[in-house]
Nanobody, 121 residues
Framework: HVQLVESGGGSVQAGGSLRLSCAAS?????MGWFRRAPGKEREGVAA????????YYADSVKGRFTISRDSAKNTVSLQMNSLKPADTAMYYC??????????????????WGQGTQVTVS
């Protein structure tokens, strides 16, 4: 298993920015960010494949969020700009070893972090 530790959450006003970081204890071919808002299902936000050759985003965050990874350091980041109140959620870093399956399907991920809260007012 890969241990994942998120950081960088917090409170920000609408239109502001936050950067989330995730430190992994090992390498996984896919790294992703998911979020769960109160009363809603967990949803995929973004994912990145291998060395960063492919990135994926939920429609709701395209153009505002950017996922990146440093494979040498086993870290993945999520730069969040133009934040909206609808982005308020607990954000989770996730890692998976399989190469098949849609990136936004949470059950395809093997390891999860504890989460970091993002609140946009």
């Amino acid at each position: 298993h890969v241990q994942l530790v998120e950081s960088g959450g917090g409170s920000v006003q609408a239109g502001g920015s936050l950067r989330l970081s995730c430190a992994a204890s090992g390498y996984s071919i896919y790294m992703g960010w998911f979020r769960r808002a109160p009363g809603k299902e967990r949803e995929g936000v973004a994912a990145i494949y291998a060395g960063g050759s492919s990135t994926y985003y939920a429609d709701s965050v395209k153009g505002r969020f950017t996922i990146s990874r440093d494979s040498a350091k086993n870290t993945v980041s999520l730069q969040m700009n133009s934040l909206k109140p609808a982005d308020t959620a607990m954000y989770y870093c996730a890692a998976r070893r399989r190469t098949f399956g849609s990136w936004y399907i949470a059950s395809t991920y093997d390891d999860w972090g504890q989460g970091t809260q993002v609140t946009v007012s």
